[in-house]
Nanobody, 124 residues
């Protein structure tokens, strides 16, 4: 499975973006999926995850503003981001794993698959 993120860009604080993660190759309906982000000079952090059964989990900092969803028929993962804040700036990565994705940001090699990331910049 190859994961390719898209949808990043420059947005003003309070604005919205919708990130997509497209999977190619094997179907990823049997994988838990997640989004992580890494701001400049900071460690990667958990943003949201969705299980194979569509159960979701969010970082406290994005709860109520971000929505993670998946479309298994399209091998696609999404992250709708509303009410963006400058601290949301960073590179957003999607990951896939046959096991549950926890809030702990593991090295990429710990996941079955990961993408190259898409840049999100939120201006104040």
């Amino acid at each position: 499975v190859q994961l390719v993120e898209s949808g990043g860009g420059l947005v003003q604080a309070g604005g919205s973006l919708r990130l997509s993660c497209a999977g190619s190759g094997r179907t990823f309906s049997s994988y838990a999926m997640g989004w992580f982000r890494q701001a400049p000079g900071k460690e990667r952090e958990f943003v949201a995850s969705i299980s194979t059964g569509a159960s979701t989990d969010y970082a406290d900092s994005v709860k109520g503003r971000f929505t993670i969803s998946r479309d298994n028929a399209k091998n696609a993962l999404y992250l709708q981001m509303n009410g963006l804040k400058p601290e949301g700036t960073g590179v957003y990565y999607c990951v896939a794993d046959s096991l549950e994705i926890s809030r702990k940001a593991e090295p990429f090699g710990a996941y079955d698959y990961w993408g190259q990331g898409t840049q999100v910049t939120v201006s104040s």
